[in-house]
C-alpha cells in the first residue's frame, strides 16, 4: 500500500513539474528546434528526389508527408521571435544534415516565409491524408498547388 502511495505521489509530482513547464526546459527553443529538425529533414529528403528525377510525384504519400512538414516549419514562423527563429534554424541545419548550412540558411527561412502568402490548404490536406495512409487526389492542376509546388521547388533549387 506504501509503494502505491509513492508511486501516486510520483506520477502526481511529475504532472505538476510538467504543466509548470519545469521538465520542458525553454519550451519554446525546443519545440523550436524540433520543429527546425523535421523541416530540415523533410527538405533535404525532398532535395534529393528533386535532384535525381527532376520532379516531385504528387503521387507518393512519403513526397506528401514531407511536404505537410515543410508546411508545418514555414507556418511556424509567421509571427515567430528571433530566439523562435535562431533555434528554428539551428534544427534546420541539423535536420538537413547541413544541406541547410550557415551560409544559405537566410535564403532558405526567406524561402520558407514566402510559403505562408501562398494558398498551401491543397498541399497541406493532401499531406494529412498522406499520413493516415490515404491517398489523396491532388496534382498541379488542384488549386493554388502549382504555385505552391513553383515555390517549393525554387526553395529546394536554390540549395544547388
Same mark, same amino acid.
Given at each position: ?13 511529475? /504532472? /505538476? ?7 520542458? !526546459?525553454?519550451? @519554446?527553443? @525546443?519545440?523550436? $528546434? %524540433?520543429? !527546425? +529538425?523535421?523541416?530540415?529533414? %523533410?527538405? %533535404?529528403?525532398?532535395?534529393?528526389? =528533386?535532384?535525381?528525377?527532376? #520532379? ?5 504519400? #512519403? ?13 511556424? =514562423?509567421?509571427?515567430?521571435? *528571433?530566439?523562435? *527563429? ?9 535536420? $538537413?544534415?547541413? /544541406?541547410?548550412? !550557415? ?11 514566402? /510559403? #505562408?502568402?501562398?494558398?498551401? $490548404?491543397?498541399?497541406? *490536406? ?5 499520413? +493516415? ?8 492542376? #488542384?488549386?493554388?498547388?502549382? +504555385? ?13
Amino acid at each position: 500500500m506504501k509503494a502505491l502511495k509513492r508511486i501516486a505521489a510520483a506520477c502526481a509530482a511529475v /504532472l /505538476l513539474l510538467t504543466s509548470c513547464s519545469i521538465l520542458q !526546459g525553454s519550451g @519554446n527553443g @525546443n519545440s523550436a $528546434s %524540433a520543429t !527546425g +529538425t523535421n523541416t530540415g529533414s %523533410a527538405i %533535404a529528403a525532398l532535395y534529393q528526389i =528533386l535532384k535525381a528525377t527532376g #520532379t516531385i510525384d504528387l503521387s507518393n504519400l #512519403t513526397n506528401l508527408i514531407n511536404l505537410g512538414k515543410i508546411l508545418t516549419g514555414a507556418n511556424s =514562423l509567421t509571427g515567430a521571435t *528571433t530566439a523562435f *527563429t535562431d533555434e528554428f534554424a539551428s534544427g534546420l541545419i541539423k535536420g $538537413s544534415q547541413n /544541406l541547410v548550412n !550557415g551560409s544559405n540558411v537566410a535564403k532558405v527561412l526567406t524561402g520558407l516565409q514566402s /510559403l #505562408t502568402s501562398i494558398d498551401t $490548404s491543397a498541399l497541406s *490536406t493532401a499531406a494529412t491524408f498522406a499520413a +493516415t495512409g490515404s491517398q489523396p487526389e491532388i496534382n498541379n492542376s #488542384t488549386k493554388g498547388v502549382s +504555385t505552391a509546388m513553383t515555390a517549393i521547388t525554387t526553395l529546394l533549387k536554390g540549395l544547388e
